[in-house]
């Protein structure tokens, strides 16, 4: 390829980041994969340099959050059968493995997974901007169109039933006008 390494799709990357602990994070199984290494030697190099990943950078999932994320995802069924619980490597953690690992295909890669964590970051912070502003129109619409709502209120509510006037009908007998006979 002319020492040029694959991109990885980003669409492929953001499949594979997932909220474990609040935290927006990649397993060790996705990130081996991308960077073209087995997950075993991935993990033997973070092994090898466990200074530079500090517990907010890298966490190794419980039984029950491994059991949750195969339960979950699609993709990491693989993982049902190991005996091995994976690491979890935040976004930090994540640019911390490409330098461990030292080779041009995680180093471009490594580009592309920041680039997803950024994306993914401005879409929720986009998103937690619309809602906002949602919030901020019904409390101005609350006030504004409080006539608007009360009409719709009385419109709402049932009618009032009509009272029926109660009356007698009067038949005139032909013959005798002043003879009255009620019906």
């Not at 997950?39 to 059991?67: G, S, W, Y």
């Not at 504004?144 to 009032?160: C, T, Y």
């Not at 029926?164 to 009620?182: C, G, L, M, T």
């Amino acid at each position: 390829m002319n020492g040029q390494v694959a991109v990885v799709p980003m669409d492929r990357i953001e499949r594979a980041i997932l909220s474990i602990r609040g935290e927006r994070v990649m397993l060790d199984s996705d990130l081996a994969e991308l960077y073209g290494v087995e997950t075993k030697a991935l993990n033997q190099a973070v092994k090898r340099n466990l200074n530079r990943f500090p517990p907010d950078f890298m966490f190794q999932l419980t039984k029950t959050e491994k059991a949750e994320v195969v339960t979950n995802c699609d993709h990491l069924i693989h993982l049902k059968f190991s005996s091995n619980l994976p690491y979890a490597f935040t976004e930090h953690g994540v640019l911390m493995l490409a330098n461990v690992l030292n080779s041009e295909r995680a180093a471009q890669t490594s580009v592309q997974v920041v680039r997803a964590f950024v994306r993914l970051r401005q879409m929720l912070a986009s998103n937690a901007d619309l809602a906002r502003k949602l919030d901020d129109m019904e409390k101005k619409y609350d006030r504004q169109f409080k006539v608007v709502f009360d009409a719709i209120r009385q419109l709402m509510s049932p009618p009032e039933p009509k009272r029926r006037e109660i009356s007698f009908h009067v038949k005139y007998d032909d013959a005798n006008p002043k003879s009255k006979r009620r019906q």
